[in-house]
């Protein structure tokens, strides 16, 4: 996908509210079924509880990969939705801090861009279930922006 058809569809998803056309471009994504919520200027990335994301079926709870890849993938459609990124950014480096047990149920995340350079962006990432107030986790990313 060229950079001109990538802006194009990030400006389609703006204008028609709806970011499953860019989700659907990254494999992982899709396969784990990553939604994408619009509240005013902010982002919410919504994962459905799915079974096939079990990790421990006693508890049952979500596999501890199975969040950093959701938080992970969260993070990479943030800055290609709001910063302006003509290509998907690229993970440098991802640091997750495990909080409290996943359940089986839907798991959010939102994003906060800390600094983004001409090379580099770093993003904090922060998950939950239930109550924004008590994370599942919090992670930081930072992702290479310039061009590949």
């Known amino acids: 996908m060229t950079p001109m058809d990538l802006n194009q ?3 389609q998803a703006h204008e028609q ?6 989700i659907q471009l990254i494999p992982y994504a899709r396969m784990i079924g990553i939604e994408c919520l619009r509240l005013g200027d902010d982002l919410v990335f919504r994962l459905p509880a799915n079974r096939d994301c079990i990790g421990n079926p006693t508890l049952p709870a979500l596999h501890g ?12 459609l943030h800055l290609l939705i709001f910063m302006g990124i003509p ?4 993970i440098i480096d991802f640091s997750i801090d ?3 047990a996943g359940h089986y149920r839907d798991t959010y995340a939102q994003c ?9 962006a770093n993003v904090a990432i922060t998950a ?9 986790a919090t992670a930081r990313a930072h992702f290479k922006v310039d061009e590949p």
């Not at 990969?65 to 938080?71: P, Q, Y």
């Not at 290509?87 to 690229?90: A, M, T």
């Open 9 to 11: 569809l990030v400006r």
């Open 128 to 136: 939950w279930q239930t109550n924004q107030t008590e994370p599942i």
């Open 17 to 22: 509210n709806d970011y499953d056309p860019l």
């Open 98 to 100: 495990y909080l409290r």
């Open 112 to 120: 906060q861009v800390w600094r983004q350079g001409k090379r580099v």
């Open 87 to 90: 290509h998907l950014p690229k």
């Open 65 to 76: 990969g199975v969040i950093a890849g959701f938080m992970e993938h969260s993070a990479m």
